[in-house]
């Protein structure tokens, strides 16, 4: 059974840059949650996607986007990249529905993207 | 005001000692609760949800208090390989967005 996979696993970009992280969930999760970590903090919420929409949001600039895939694969683009969006990026997935059920909201994490903006 | 709030520790405790986390949370209308676990640079792995009726899985217990707002985890008989840093998380109605704590380190010592 495939966990949550990332990628890439480490990347180095300057500031004023793009970039484009990819996650796919694990097998059978049809939604997606991205995450920041900065050194010695807690995951902050970035936003969270089901059934191709971002259904929530966290406290974070329109510099961040997303996209969900049919196939419930995601990605979380940051435009312009300050050195403080450094940090490690999280994707963890769940379900958001279980027929018959309320959802757990139980999430499972991949091994993440560090990040570093020079 | 942090919407979750935890000790960052660190607990230095000794092999089989009982070891207590507490975790308070801002929003009363919070609808899920959970205990992570995170390693050294490794990502947050589920240790357990929290119910109302509290629950235990081994050696580990979850309490959660409503009225006061706060989240227990008690880890009896601690094992070196519980050394790790440990994550409240809050979740809100229908389980669309997750406020995690700042997290609280233990290091269990031969």
């Known amino acids: 059974d495939a966990g949550v996979t990332q990628s890439p696993t480490h990347l180095i970009k300057t500031r004023g840059q793009q970039v484009t992280l990819r996650c796919s969930p694990k097998?059978?999760?049809?939604?997606v949650s991205w995450y920041q970590q900065a050194l010695g903090q807690g995951p902050q919420f970035i936003f969270q996607?089901?059934?191709?929409?971002?259904?929530q949001r966290g406290n974070f600039p329109d510099r961040f986007s997303g996209h969900q895939f049919p196939n419930y694969s995601s990605e979380l683009n940051v435009n312009a990249l300050l050195l403080g969006d450094s940090a490690l990026y999280l994707c963890?997935?769940?379900?958001?529905?279980?027929?018959?059920?309320?959802?757990?909201?139980?999430?499972?994490f991949g091994p993440g993207t560090r990040l570093t903006v020079t | 005001r942090k919407e979750v709030e935890q000790d960052p520790g660190p607990f230095n405790v000794p092999e089989g000692a009982t070891v207590a986390f507490n975790c308070t949370y801002s929003?009363?209308?919070?609808?899920?609760f959970f205990w992570y676990r995170q390693d050294c640079r490794k990502e947050p792995k589920l240790l357990m949800s929290?119910?109302?009726s509290g629950n235990e899985d081994g050696r580990f217990t979850a309490q959660l208090n409503r009225a006061s707002q706060y989240i227990s985890l008690l880890i009896r008989d601690s094992k070196l390989s519980d050394s790790a840093t440990y994550l409240c998380?809050?979740?809100?109605?229908?389980?669309?967005?997750?406020?995690f704590g700042s997290g609280t380190k233990l290091n269990v010592k031969p």
């Open positions: 998380v809050v979740g809100s109605l229908n389980f669309n967005k997750f406020y």
């Open positions: 996607y089901y059934e191709e929409e971002e259904r």
């Open positions: 963890a997935s769940s379900l958001g529905s279980i027929p018959g059920q309320a959802a757990s909201g139980e999430q499972y």
């Open positions: 097998s059978g999760h049809d939604t």
């Open positions: 929290v119910y109302s």
């Open positions: 929003n009363s209308a919070s609808q899920s």
